[in-house]
């Protein structure tokens, strides 16, 4: 069976970054503790952006935690912690299932995810420079730059930037271009080529409208002014021509 999208499990996320809760099939049980569905909004670990956590409520009730989220091509597999008996496990291949996001989690990792993308259009508009890794925590994010100097006035500048963007409101939209076309504009990537992914038809643009598009996989806030003020908390020397720029947010947001 192959959803919508044309993959074994239909990626919600990818199409409605608030989705919170969502019905499911599940289609295949690999072991007593991971479930394989037909679609859902629970995001796999992908990108630095870390997995999702949330619930899978099955038939007659019984909660499942689900602790982990992962994709392997064109499925998502959701680990969970309970301990279901045999007779629970034969009862649940085929039956509807109500998924729920853990949203306190997944909004905050939407928030840093989107702060990033200004941090990398700023260092990128600014300085020319393109991203060589980068994380997303709860509570952080950093991501490294292919950049030769951080002077402390280089960094009042990206802050006074990201900050701008930030309070300008602007929205974040998402679309997706032919693979082949995406490619070729270069502005679009900012991952050196061998990190970019393969044999996809299609490549999803992630775009803070007026400002700055890149091509990603993950979940964004709507509009930059839901991120809230952005602090760079931290910055390390990698090498020569390899700086980290790790982000905070502004409590209560
Ligand atoms: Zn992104």
Do not use: C
Request: aromatic share 8%.
């Amino acid at each position: 069976m192959i959803s919508a999208d044309g993959n074994l499990t239909e990626m919600l996320f990818l199409y409605d970054h608030y989705l919170k809760e969502f019905e499911a099939i599940v289609l295949e049980i690999p072991d007593n503790r991971s479930i394989v569905l037909d679609k859902t909004a629970l995001y796999p670990r992908g990108g630095g952006q870390p997995s999702d956590r949330g619930w899978l409520e099955v038939e007659g009730g019984k909660r499942l935690t689900v602790t982990e989220s992962s994709k392997d091509h064109d499925k998502v597999t959701h680990f969970f912690s309970e301990d279901l008996s045999p007779e629970e496990l034969s009862k649940l291949k085929g039956s509807t299932i109500k998924g729920v996001v853990d949203w306190e989690l997944r909004y905050k990792h939407m928030r840093h995810h989107t702060a990033l993308h200004i941090l990398s259009g700023v260092v990128y508009h600014e300085f020319g420079s393109r991203i060589t890794g980068g994380q997303i925590y709860p509570e952080r994010a950093r991501l490294d730059f292919t950049l030769d100097d951080l002077s402390k006035e280089r960094l009042g500048i990206i802050e006074a930037d990201m900050n701008r963007i930030v309070s300008e409101n602007r929205e974040v939209k998402t679309f997706w271009l032919g693979a082949e076309e995406a490619l070729q504009k270069k502005e679009l990537y900012r991952l050196s080529a061998d990190l970019l992914p393969k044999g996809l038809d299609k490549l999803r643009i992630v775009d803070i409208v007026g400002f700055d598009a890149q091509l990603d996989g993950g979940t964004h806030v709507s509009k930059t002014g839901e991120i809230g003020r952005i602090r760079i908390s931290k910055t390390e020397n990698k090498g020569k021509d390899n700086k980290r720029i790790e982000i905070v947010l502004a409590p209560g947001n």
